[in-house]
């Protein structure tokens, strides 16, 4: 995905659109690029690389002043990541602009058809090929840019978040969304309007946005109200201008040197936020609204088909075993991009729950799209309110974790989990699966882990002494079992993307059939250990790991006496249901990566070769 920024008001717009494209970077950024209008010229600014080089290139190369302009950060999907493929790109006759976020399918037959047109592109990409196109259309006797852009629009297959800029009409600007996200903020009495990706770049401007919704455009143009349209036929829309929630301070650092951070230590605070009015233990309540008011069709249901990608896959493991464990109901576990190929048996007795922090994974919201064509009824966990996905749900639950910017996922995970804990637990409730007695344990233990969580935080500095040791590893194996499998897979997951050290996670005792070939003493084992999760068999297996010669690290229940003695290191989180253990277990993870990539020097924010949140395929 790539992240959009533009401005048309009274302000110059280029602060607003390089801290846009900041906030934004998150979403990719292999170069980055902004075009700014000023007194009849068009200026361009592209390059390679983040959106700090774009600002030394900016104060190099061209004016800074304009009050229109627009600006993209990008994660390269058709050509290299260079600065003749960097957006925006410009229109033949040099007076179209676009900046754009998603992929245009059939770009190579309007690229042969506007060659024959005599039409040259310098770029690999796509988007030039659009604007292009728009040009093309807009060439045609009495057509307007908005006109020109529906046009355009209407004869291409993919998906698009656009922003588009008409040197001969300065005082406007035309946006359109299609699968991908864009947000236009409404200044004060319409003298000035922001667009972004997300709300982040004018959250100190306007709290007033308008979300286009898919195969809708707008015509944002000075002292006038947006005018939004379907893109297919050309209806006109009443806007939904909605009062933003999140302020500053949720998408800065906060004295934190990294985004990961930040959102590790948040996580007592996130927990908190997902329980809120929905864990009532002294009243033995969960609520969740989404579940309730479908309470039939969960009992009824007879599998759950669990779809996410990447770190949300994850919590869909840990689900799979919490649901299985409370209330009974067959889970299966998905990988989002391969159950939307492969012809999937679903039917209207299913429930799909779909995972995702962004809420706008691609292969996610392709699976929601056929689940749902085949009679499937979707219950969606999302974090980011508003998103694709939250909205092609039959119904879900938010899970209320705030913005997450760190390309690693770590609150998104125990939140998400959070969520499915809550709604097993519900249903088991309901289905008179677990008892009432064990049902209030582990209400009022849930209500703790926050708690425990900051007790495991305090880990820190000792979780950071072993990173010193480790950094240098070439490999590291991840085991758990039970619960805690899915965070072996988590951890894994952690450290390979933010530090690049190769890491795989693996059931405890799986590695006898495999893994073990690879244990001598320049491989760390990182094992969960805790007191109630097939305690003894994990310690069979770190004896066999020891007398191989590994390192091991284990996580462990406070006051544990036998792995401490075989281990050469262990990490202690406090005591409480196995079932809930995967809360406290992740987080040491979540630190030891994180120490490791910063010892190692690696950018932890914003890992080589990913992004935020992949809206492609
Ligand atoms: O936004 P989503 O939860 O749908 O994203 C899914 C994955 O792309 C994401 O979890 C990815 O694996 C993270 N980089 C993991 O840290």
Redesign the pocket.
Known sequence: MCGITGYIGYREAYPIIINGLKRLEYRGYDSAGVMLYDDGDVHLAKTKGKVSSLEEKVEQEIPNTGFVGVGHTRWATHGVPNDVNSHPHISKSGNLVIVHNGIIENYDSIKQELKSRGYTFHSDTDTEVLVNLIEEMKSQEGVKLGQAVQMALNQVIGAYAIAVFDKTKPNELVVARLGSPIAIGVGKDHEEFFIASDASPFIEFTKDAIYLEDEEMAIVKIGREVRVRKIKDDSLIDPNIQKLQLNLEQIEKGGYDHFMLKEIHEQPRAITDTFRGRLLVNEAIIKLSGLENNMKRFLNAERIIVV?????WHAGLVGEYIFEEFARIPVEVEYASEFRYRNPVISDKDIVIA???????AD?LAAIKLARSKGAFVFGICNVVGSSIARENDTGAYTHAGPEIG???TK?FTTQITVLTLMALRLARAKGTMTSEDYRVHLRQLELIPDKVTEVLKTDEHVRNIASIYKDASNCLYLGRGFNFPVALEGA??LK?ISYIHAEGYPAAEMKHGPIALIDKDMPVIVIATSKGHYEKVVSNIQEIKSRNGQIIAVVTEGDVTVKEIADHVIEIPETEEALSPLLTTIPLQLLSYYIAVMRGCNVDQPRN?A???TVE
């Open positions: 996410a990608c990447g770190t949300s995972i995702s922090q962004s809420g706008e994974t996610t390309v690693a996922s998104a997951l952690k993307e990913l935020k949140s992949v």
